[in-house]
């Protein structure tokens, strides 16, 4: 009789033993119980299961998981390819509705329905401006942000060659650097710690909400080069320049972070704000600490914010899906304080905007969150006015030809259209504005605009000697470096005290425009000027602010003005002019021949510098000491007797 087959087992010695329900598979060689308990399987015997048999098993696994992956990845690939194709469809279309709306206003001559209907296609009133960036903001049609970075030819050579050669990651760089300057604080903790908390103090109001919580230990060892950065500000705020040997240490630490942090990405949020903070403010003192460019750390700091933040994913969340991560407002605030910085910093030196339109259009995201501010609102209201005076600055030329001065004198004064546009818009919020930024910004532009207006009135043949529209032009001038003045006076010293950069280059400005103009003055307005920026000076003095860069600089320039006022008295006297100087709130009708031959005309191309130049080195005259006198009335007049005297 034929011996009875053996039957193979179906299921393995230790699931028989559990009465357990036992699958065998193959490529793993044992029953998923016991591949999963790591135990011997009785299977794998019984299937005679070798090693070259269990790899080609998972390789034609690997391989049918592979081909579908690749399925997948070439239907993606079709997909993104037909959306390409679709979107320079749309792009055509929209190119070619832009250039019959154009054409039709070329036709009709009408300038404003041209910004009336691309403003209408933006389909934002925030965004209406950004559309004649020209020169100073890169034009991009595709608002594509950084979809295809990671799809970049360099991006992923940098990913092979990373891979091949085992680089190092760029950000340990940073951290070896940090710890020189964690041996700094390691040596003077207490000091540092002080120092740190009181910038934080004394400049709350500029400081990003949504970073720090405190200042401690644990945040110092988490972010060390933001640390290092409210030290040495904290240094630099300090009366009478103390602490100079450590100020010397610490600035040279900050600029070698500064500079392998240049190089480094991706930078930590907290690295990009402390770029920020130098940017808005100086780290270096006088005489031997070069001062650094803001406008190249600004433009710096915008790009390593679009290296390291995800701003597709940023907008995704608060468009697509109404999420309002904390995290996100905290970056957007970063950002958009990078973008004034910049802005200004491009509009005071004369530079171009390092920034494309499509990236600079997430700035007003910050307003749709739940617990946006106020300080949120005026940051955008700030942008919004420095788009539209960049867009002036875009064809200054013909913008000065296009002006029709009948149209925009009011009261002897001129009323830019642009500017007066945008104080309508944010009228409500300029009103709540208690610290004064925007006004402080709109009376900036209005001094700069004036100034480069007489310039090229002056360089016009046709429009030279036209001494109305000169009149009406310094008149406008004067008018808003008055009100800087005054407003500084007004604001609060909590406000004052631990102002960027930017406001001092403001107040400084605004004294040097009066400086360059007081010789179409008269006697009255000449002392009523020098009496407002000596109050300048002793307001700075009385805040707190003894001994720094601000009260130095404005001191030079009270200096120079009244020496100036006193030299110009001395001459008018000897050649008996009197008062013939013109008033600067002369009627603008009055052309006569007296007026022509006036000191008015004799006035050359105003010169920013032209005040403080003329003692750069001068040692002998020492500002007096304000502690010497009780009230400013005496103060003001010993400036003069002390120049009288000498």
């Avoid at 990671?150 to 991006?155: A, D, G, R, T, V």
């Avoid at 603008?588 to 021949?593: D, E």
Wanted: charged residues 25%; contains cysteine; aromatic residues 10%.
């Amino acid at each position: 009789s034929k011996k009875p087959k053996k039957r193979r087992a179906l299921s393995c010695l230790s699931c028989r033993k559990l009465k357990t329900r036992c699958d065998f598979e193959l490529h793993l060689g044992k029953c998923h119980r016991c591949y999963k308990l790591r135990l011997e399987c009785s299977l794998t015997t019984e299937y005679n299961i070798n090693p070259d048999q269990l790899r080609a098993s998972r390789l034609d696994t690997i391989a049918d998981k592979s081909s579908d992956i690749n399925g997948i990845n070439t239907r993606l690939n079709n997909v993104e390819a037909s959306m390409g194709k679709l979107a320079q469809k749309m792009d055509m279309l929209i190119q070619m509705v832009g250039n019959n709306q154009f054409s039709s206003a070329g036709e009709n001559g009408t300038n404003s329905n041209v910004t009336r209907r691309l403003s209408g296609s933006i389909g934002s009133d925030q965004r209406s401006q950004l559309t004649s960036f020209a020169k100073h903001i890169t034009r991009n049609t595709n608002n594509d942000l950084d979809t295809y970075v990671k799809e970049s030819p360099l991006s992923i050579i940098k990913q092979i060659d990373s891979k091949l050669f085992k680089r190092i990651n760029k950000y340990d760089l940073l951290e070896k650097a940090c710890e020189e300057f964690l041996e700094f604080y390691y040596a003077n903790e207490e000091l540092c710690l002080q120092l740190g908390k009181s910038f934080l103090e004394i400049s709350h109001f500029w400081i990003i909400p949504g970073g720090i919580k405190e200042l401690n230990r644990k945040y110092v060892m988490e972010h060390p080069f933001i640390t290092c950065v409210f030290v040495i500000l904290a240094m630099c705020f300090d009366e009478n320049y103390n602490y100079v040997e450590e100020q010397k240490a610490l600035y040279r630490l900050t600029t070698k972070l500064l500079g392998i942090a240049l190089i480094t990405d991706p930078l930590t949020d907290h690295d990009i704000e402390a770029i920020l903070y130098i940017s808005l403010y100086n780290i270096a003192r006088k005489p031997k600490q070069p001062q650094i460019d803001n406008w190249f750390l600004s433009a710096t700091g915008i790009k390593h914010f679009i290296l390291s933040m995800d701003f597709i994913a940023i907008k995704e969340r608060i468009l697509r899906y109404n999420i309002f991560d904390p995290d996100d407002l905290y970056h957007l605030r970063i950002w958009n304080s990078l973008c004034a910085s910049h802005f200004q910093a491009a509009i005071s030196s004369g530079r171009p905007v390092s920034i494309t339109k499509d990236y600079f259009d997430i700035h007003s995201l910050s307003l749709k969150f739940p617990k946006a501010t106020i300080g949120d609102a005026i940051k955008v209201s700030e942008l919004d006015l420095d788009v539209k005076f960049l867009t002036i600055l875009d064809d200054l030329s013909q913008y000065f030809k296009t002006i029709d001065f009948e149209e925009i004198v009011c009261d002897n004064f001129l009323k830019f259209k642009e500017l007066e546009s945008w104080k309508l818009k944010w009228e409500h919020l300029i009103k709540k504005d208690v610290s004064g930024i925007l006004l402080f910004a709109y009376d900036y532009f209005y001094i700069i605009l004036s100034r480069r207006l007489i310039g090229y009135i002056k360089c016009d043949k046709t429009r030279s000697k036209d001494t109305r529209r000169l009149s009406y032009t310094y008149n406008t001038a004067c008018h808003h470096s008055f009100m800087t003045l005054e407003r500084l006076l007004k604001l609060p010293s909590s406000l004052i005290r631990g102002s960027p950069s930017t406001a001092l280059a403001q107040i400084v400005y605004a004294s040097l425009t009066l400086c360059d103009f007081l010789q179409i003055m008269n006697v009255e307005e000449k002392t009523m000027t020098l009496n407002l920026i000596s109050k300048i000076y002793w307001h700075l003095n009385h805040i707190g602010e003894k001994m720094n860069d601000a009260t130095d600089t404005v001191g030079k320039i009270i200096k120079s003005i009244v020496e100036a006022a006193n030299n110009n008295n001395n001459n008018n006297n000897n050649n008996n002019t009197g008062n013939s100087t013109t008033s600067l709130a002369a009627n603008g009708n009055a052309t006569n021949s007296k007026r022509e031959n006036s000191e008015f005309m004799k006035v050359t191309e105003p010169n920013p510098t032209s005040s403080y130049q003329k003692h750069p080195n001068d040692t002998s005259v020492e500002i007096p000491d304000v502690s010497q006198f009780n009230t400013f009335e005496e103060f003001f007049n010993g400036l003069f007797s002390d120049l009288q005297g000498n």
